[in-house]
């Protein structure tokens, strides 16, 4: 069995928190980014500045050639969106921070003249409001944020790029009792535990849902 690794990342965390079970069977397999993400990602280096559909549809290309073609219509879906709104140009991109208390890393999308960050997403946006794996990410960018710079970080942006829209997230306490329980998770695998299936695991076309059927109140480390 590998080494398990001395820093988590902010996408672990958030893996662990939808569902320890399945990433516990995912956590030798490499992680992808979805083509939705790659077209989102790319529009935002772009935001603040007007935004050239054929400019960033180039530079998709080049970081993922074989992109399915039909997301060039949601590039521009993305685009008409974004156009609706006033964006800040980005101090700064790809960030990275991260937390020696916590053993924890992660990466913020767009530093703002402002001084906030911005994470970048390729979902669609709540009514109101953030998604609670979102509201887990701020929290967690803040937390690295402000171990590094020694001051408090209250919260962050969360950019919805299919609906062009920027929601500000102040991290609550409910945010950081959901942080340090998802923390004492990954390291309860760690060290060599297995994690129980959660009450509320999102099952609903999960591809490890006939195995889970089979070990349910059995103990997965009896059966891997
Ligand atoms: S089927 Fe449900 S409990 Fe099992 S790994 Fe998938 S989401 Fe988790």
Same mark, same amino acid.
């Given at each position: 069995m590998p080494e398990p690794p001395k820093f988590y990342t902010v996408s672990d965390l958030v893996r662990v928190h939808t569902c320890p079970v399945r990433y516990y069977y995912e956590r030798n397999e490499p992680f992808a980014e979805s083509d939705r993400y790659a077209v989102c990602k790319q529009i935002s280096y772009h935001l603040g500045d007007p935004l050239d559909a054929e400019v960033i549809w180039a530079e998709v290309l080049v970081v993922r050639p074989k992109i399915d073609p039909s997301l060039r219509e949601f590039l521009d879906i993305c685009i008409a969106a974004c156009n609706k709104g006033t964006w800040q140009p980005a101090e700064e991109t790809d960030v990275m921070v991260r937390s020696e208390k916590q053993g924890l890393t992660g990466m913020i999308d767009r530093v703002l003249p402002d001084g906030s960050f911005s994470i970048v997403r390729s979902a669609r946006a709540m009514p109101i409001g953030t998604f609670a794996a979102d509201r887990l990410r701020v929290a967690a960018i803040a937390l690295c944020l402000g171990e590094m710079t020694g001051e408090p970080v209250q919260g962050g942006h969360v950019e919805y790029i299919p $609906?062009?829209?920027?929601?500000?997230? *102040?991290? @609550?306490?409910? $945010?950081?009792? @959901?942080?340090? *329980? *998802?923390?004492?998770?990954?390291?309860? %695998?760690? $060290?060599?535990?297995? /994690?129980?299936? /959660?009450?509320?695991? /999102?099952?609903?076309?999960?591809?490890? %849902?006939?195995?889970c059927e089979s070990t349910r109140g059995r103990r997965l480390s009896d059966l891997l």
């Open positions: $609906d062009g829209v920027s929601r500000y997230h *102040t991290v @609550q306490p409910r $945010d950081l009792r @959901q942080l340090i *329980t *998802t923390l004492y998770k990954i390291r309860f %695998m760690r $060290d060599g535990e297995v /994690p129980k299936h /959660p009450l509320n695991a /999102p099952c609903v076309r999960c591809r490890h %849902m006939e195995k």
